[in-house]
């Protein structure tokens, strides 16, 4: 087999009978653990998390003030054509213009008969009134035609209270109940004060106080009438020889009624058009409107935009699920976790000369790889020959780099061979040229130990260091295999450590070189690694002949080159 992808088969979840790496006799894990650690894996990766929400974020508020600006643009589309409102005062002045017209109309065609009646011989019963009766009655009427006149000029509370006052008027219930009504308006509206014009309760208060004044008008309008009636029957008749023509009244009389009836329809068509309007901008402002202040928006935007966050990260993970503690990793690659790398506390210290030479990866103070070199170490702290396996190349060669260096410090000449041609990830870790190297010797382009690189690891200790050589020369390096061979057992008998850094390709194969070492360790990244490839790669591992040693699960994060 020449890589990863070749032992890779269907793989059975993680809570059925048989664990990823087709190993049974590694106990299986239940469901509710398993959901735990994929929820666990999530909150292990705050940054693409971090990543969806801010982008949900942006969305939802930009969602909340779009979506409304388009449901006014919609409402607007559906609003009447009509834009500007009709002037419903305008309108009322003109009806009570044709109802004064239609009432004076009928006043001079009741005359007309009266005298028409008069002549004919018709006999009344009623009284011929006294002339100071008759002086009454005029200056009634004189009266209420001038506050009439007043209120049509001045449409104020003050002229209709004046009206209401009159004593013509005086006496009559309805009268004082219009007048108290008014009276209630007019303290509600003194309580706005000067700022109250563009209230709608304030507008809605002048609009009342307006129909209560037309109420008194009213019935100032058929006192009036009323009064007119009885001076004209007290009025002594003239007898003329001819009775005069009341056709040209008659016709004057239905031309007053039809302006009034025209009239009436003109302000009930305005008022509709008005109440149409006015029911179409309130559904608009509604629809418009989510009725939340602007923090409120920003903070439900904040939790929708976490809360999907995590919900998408957690269903890529049920769908690639990653490896998420010590149990889980050795539960599927059916080999011990030897050691587990986690966050180091910072320690201050004063740095010697020496220590600045050394590369920032490399970190001799670590308990997690003192713990690794225990355990893969023989009792005389001989360390065989071993090849560091792993889906990341960088953190593969950060765990090969300090195990050497950790040998090296033991006074033992240690030689760390770089089989990552693609990426020279070794070679970034400790600081060295990455040419010429292993591609360049097994070519015959150069001797071996023209290669090597020493690398300071403390005062006095040093190890070598074979980087890859050529970019991209992975084809010459498989082609190689018995070259490498031959290389690795010369190499073995300067050295008493060799160790291989040889992490997955891009394309997830293992690497051939990775064949001659003698066992192999695997590192798993916490909450990264693919549960897909642990399994596989130790079945790849075993397939070979090759001796698992063990895991090493690196649990914090991914190196970075930049930082080192």
């Known amino acids: 087999m020449s890589g990863l992808d070749e032992v890779m088969q269907p793989q059975a979840e993680v809570e059925g009978d048989v664990p990823s790496g087709g190993n049974p006799s590694v106990p299986t894990m239940r469901a509710p653990g398993w959901i735990g650690r994929r929820a666990r894996n999530v909150y292990r990766r705050p940054l693409l998390v971090g990543a969806i929400a801010a982008a949900v974020f942006v969305i939802t508020l930009l969602s909340l003030v779009l979506v409304p600006l388009q449901e006014q643009r919609a409402m607007r589309a559906a609003m009447p054509r009509i834009r500007a409102r009709p002037d419903t005062a305008d309108i009322q002045r003109r009806v009570a213009r044709a109802a004064d017209a239609t009432r004076a109309a009928d006043t001079a065609l009741a005359r007309v008969r009266a005298v028409l009646a008069v002549s004919a011989g018709v006999a009344t019963d009623a009284p011929a009134a006294t002339p100071a009766q008759s002086d009454s009655l005029s200056a009634a009427i004189a009266t209420l035609t001038r506050l009439l006149g007043r209120t049509r000029d001045a449409p104020l509370p003050a002229s209709y209270r004046a009206l209401g006052a009159a004593p013509e008027l005086r006496g009559q219930p ?12 007019e303290q509600s509206r003194e309580a706005f004060g000067a700022s ?14 307006t129909q209560v004044g037309k109420e008194l008008q009213n019935v100032a309008i058929a006192r009036r009438a009323a009064l007119e009636g009885e001076l004209a029957r007290s009025t002594p008749v003239v007898l003329r020889p001819r009775a005069a023509d009341t056709l040209e009244l008659a016709r004057t009389r239905d031309s007053a009624l039809a302006a009034l009836a025209s009239a009436n329809r003109w302000l009930a068509e305005a008022r509709q058009i008005n109440a149409d309007m006015d029911a179409a901008e309130a559904h608009a402002r509604a629809a418009a409107s989510i009725g939340a202040s602007v923090p409120a928006m920003v903070a439900g935007a904040g939790v929708f935009g976490l809360v999907l966050g995590f919900g998408v990260v957690l ?16 539960s599927l690659a059916g080999v011990e976790v030897l050691a587990a790398v986690g966050e180091e506390p910072i320690v201050l210290e004063r740095r010697r000369q020496v220590d600045a030479q050394m590369p920032p990866l490399i970190d001799l103070t670590s308990e997690s790889y003192r713990l690794l070199f225990v355990q893969v170490a023989d009792r005389g702290d001989n360390l065989p020959s071993l090849a560091v396996v792993g889906d990341d190349a960088l953190v593969t060669a950060v765990v090969a780099a300090n195990l050497g260096a950790l040998m090296a410090r033991q006074a033992r000449t240690v030689l760390v061979i770089d089989t990552d041609i693609e990426r020279q990830s070794l070679s970034a870790v400790t600081h060295v040229r990455s040419t010429p190297g292993l591609v360049d010797v097994l070519t015959g382009g150069v001797e071996w130990a023209a290669a090597v690189r020493a690398v300071v690891v403390g005062r006095g200790r040093s190890m070598d260091v074979l980087p890859g050589g050529a970019f991209g020369a992975r084809g010459v390096l498989d082609a190689a295999a018995p070259e ?81």
Request: glycine letters at 8%.
């Open 174 to 185: 309805r009268v004082a109940r219009l007048l108290d009504t008014l009276s209630r308006i």
């Open 196 to 209: 109250g014009g563009v209230d709608p309760i304030f507008v809605a208060l002048t609009s009342r106080a």
């Open 315 to 330: 269903v890529l993970e049920l769908r690639e699920p990653r490896v998420a503690d010590r149990d889980e990793a050795e």
């Open 484 to 564: 490498f061979a031959s290389l690795l057992a010369h190499v073995r008998r300067r050295y008493e450590c060799v160790l291989l850094s040889s992490p997955l390709s891009r394309a997830g194969e293992l690497s051939a070189a990775a064949s001659g070492a003698g066992g192999v360790i695997v590192t798993v990244r916490a909450a990264r690694t693919h549960h897909r490839v642990i399994g596989p790669l130790a079945a790849l591992i075993r397939g070979r002949g090759l001796l698992l040693r063990g895991l090493v699960l690196w649990e914090r994060a991914d190196p970075s080159l930049v930082s080192a």
